[in-house]
């Protein structure tokens, strides 16, 4: 899969589920972008591509999930 597939995916799970919200599109864009960095920094550097056989898999695993809230509210996106 694709960086830019990928970038689909974290929209879909995050921004187009509602689960999250911004003020403009720029704002979503970099959120996702960010989001994305986080996600496979974390895939690769704390192994957990031994836990997830895909970076697919752990875009929609609970990890990513707190790295999406932490990003959020910390606002540095």
């Known amino acids: 899969m694709t960086e830019c ?3 689909q995916t974290v929209k879909k799970v995050f ?3 509602e689960e999250y919200s911004f003020d403009s599109e720029q ?3 970099r959120f996702v972008k960010k989001l994305l960095w986080l996600i496979e920094s974390s ?3 704390d192994n957990f591509y031994r ?3 895909e970076l697919t898999s752990f875009i929609y695993s609970e ?3 707190s790295l999406a809230f ?3 509210t910390d606002g540095n996106f």
Do not use: C, P, R
């Open 5 to 7: 597939n990928h970038l």
């Open 70 to 72: 932490f990003l959020f």
């Open 63 to 65: 990890h990513a999930d």
């Open 43 to 45: 895939y690769g550097e």
């Open 51 to 53: 836990e997830y056989e």
């Open 27 to 29: 704002d979503m864009e």
């Open 15 to 17: 921004v187009d589920s």
